[in-house]
C-alpha cells in the first residue's frame, strides 16, 4: 500500500516537470492543433518580358557625299560654259551648288538597300504566386488562423504552444 501512494505523488510531479511555468507563473506545455483550411495568399507582380523579331528596313546605304561632289563639279563645268567676264564666274558657282544638290538626291535615291534589323519592345505580364497560407487550426473547439510558409494538409496536427494563467 506504502508503495501505492508513493507512486501516486509521484507521477504528478513527472507530470508537471515535463511542462515549465514561465516567469508570471503562467503553465506553458506543448499539444497538437488540428488543421480545418488552408487558404494560399497570393503575391502579385508585372514581370518584365522582352519580345524581339526581324524586320527588313529600306534605307540609304549612301549618305549622298559622292553624288554632292560629282553633280558639284559636273554643276561647275556646265555653268562655266555659260556666260563670259563677270557673269562667267556667278554662272560657275550657281551650277556648282545646283549640281550639288542635285547630285546628292541622285545619290541618295539610287543607293537604296534592305537591311534586316532586329526592333525589340519590352511587355508586362501579371503572374501571381502563393507567399504563404492562412492556416486556421482547431484546439478544443476554439479556432486560431495562422499564417505558415508551406500548406500542411487538411486534418493533419501541427503541434501548438499552449500558455495557462489563472484569470483575475
Same mark, same amino acid.
Do not use: K, M, W
Given at each position: 500500500m506504502r508503495k501505492t501512494v508513493?507512486?501516486?505523488?509521484?507521477a504528478p510531479s513527472v507530470v508537471?516537470?515535463?511542462?515549465?511555468?514561465?516567469?508570471n507563473n503562467q503553465l506553458q506545455?506543448?499539444?497538437g492543433a488540428r488543421v480545418v483550411s488552408?487558404?494560399?495568399?497570393?503575391?502579385?507582380?508585372?514581370?518584365p518580358t522582352q519580345s524581339c523579331r526581324q524586320v527588313s528596313v529600306v534605307g540609304p546605304s549612301s549618305?549622298? $557625299? *559622292?553624288?554632292?561632289?560629282?553633280g558639284g563639279v559636273a554643276g561647275g563645268i556646265i555653268g562655266n560654259q555659260v556666260g563670259g567676264g563677270v557673269g562667267k564666274g556667278i554662272a560657275t558657282a550657281i551650277g556648282a551648288v545646283t549640281g550639288a544638290v542635285v547630285g546628292s538626291k541622285i545619290d541618295k535615291s539610287m543607293?537604296?538597300?534592305s537591311q534586316?534589323?532586329?526592333?525589340?519592345? $519590352? *511587355?508586362?505580364q501579371t503572374v501571381s504566386s502563393p507567399e504563404g497560407y492562412n492556416t486556421t487550426l482547431e484546439y478544443h473547439g476554439r479556432y486560431l488562423t495562422?499564417?505558415?510558409?508551406?500548406?500542411?494538409?487538411?486534418?493533419?496536427?501541427?503541434?501548438?504552444?499552449?500558455y495557462v494563467s489563472p484569470q483575475n
Open positions: 508513493l507512486a501516486l505523488l509521484i508537471f516537470a515535463q511542462n515549465a511555468l514561465t516567469p506545455f506543448h499539444d488552408v487558404e494560399p495568399i497570393f503575391a502579385v507582380q508585372n514581370v549618305d549622298g $557625299t *559622292t553624288g554632292t561632289v560629282i543607293s537604296q538597300q534586316v534589323q532586329t526592333q525589340c519592345h $519590352t *511587355t508586362y495562422i499564417r505558415t510558409n508551406h500548406p500542411p494538409q487538411i486534418g493533419s496536427t501541427l503541434s501548438v504552444n499552449v
